[in-house]
């Protein structure tokens, strides 16, 4: 057994543009100033209530909560619109099926809900790639290793077997508290230097790299 499990906004997708546009329409909704998008980027990967608190610490959590939803309601309207734009990051397609063919088991543990992971799963044509998908609906935010641990759990391995593949700190985080070995990459959200001192093994530069890693 070896399972893979990716983080998906930032690491698997290029979802950035739809993220921040649908975060300021939630703060405006609620008549709140929006945070810079340097900020809203940095929240990325988080479940929605913890982000909502990392980008407004000082509010009750009353506040968080509308703020969630009004986030919510945008990226539905959005997606419905037809203007959610998830793309795959040149060269994952090629990763993930590289990695099943040599016979990984792969899965992914996001921050996003588990109706948004389906759609953009199913839109890049990769959603029958994965065993286990684990999403904010049924665990805590990251970098609490539940998700991880229930992938563990879905795929019948041991943290030994498995590797966690993210852009953000949260997910070197929560593969080191799940006893996971963590791949960071660097085209997504966090600095190399942040992902290495959050517990990342190692760092690539491109998908290309990360197979090779992972194949090696």
């Known amino acids: 057994m070896k399972l893979a499990v990716f983080d998906c906004d930032g690491t698997l997708i290029d979802g950035q ?13 609620q008549r709140l100033t929006a945070p810079e998008r340097s900020a809203i980027r940095r929240a990325v990967g988080l479940s929605l209530p913890q982000a909502m608190r990392v980008l407004l610490p ?24 037809g203007r959610l734009s998830q793309p795959l990051f040149d060269g994952i397609k090629e990763v993930l099926r590289s990695l099943s063919a040599a016979g990984w088991t792969l899965g992914v543990a996001t921050g996003m809900s588990a109706r948004g992971l389906s759609h953009c799963l199913a839109t890049n044509d990769v959603a029958d790639l994965f065993v286990t ?42 593969a080191r508290d799940a006893g996971v070995r963590g791949i960071g990459v660097d085209w997504g959200y966090h600095h190399p230097h942040e992902l290495r001192a959050a517990g990342a093994d190692v760092v690539v530069e491109s998908p290309a790299q990360l197979v090779k890693v992972l194949l090696a």
């Open 58 to 81: 000082d509010s009750e959590d009353d506040v968080h909560q509308a703020l969630t939803e009004s986030y919510k309601e945008a990226f539905r309207t959005a997606r419905s619109d």
């Open 133 to 174: 998908l684990q999403t904010a609906d049924y665990h805590p935010s990251k970098p609490h290793p539940a998700m991880l641990e229930a992938a563990l759990y879905e795929a019948g391995a041991q943290a030994e077997e498995a590797v966690m593949i993210g852009d953000t700190a949260y997910d070197m985080q929560m």
């Open 17 to 29: 543009a739809s993220i921040c546009e649908a975060m300021e329409a939630a703060f405006a909704a």
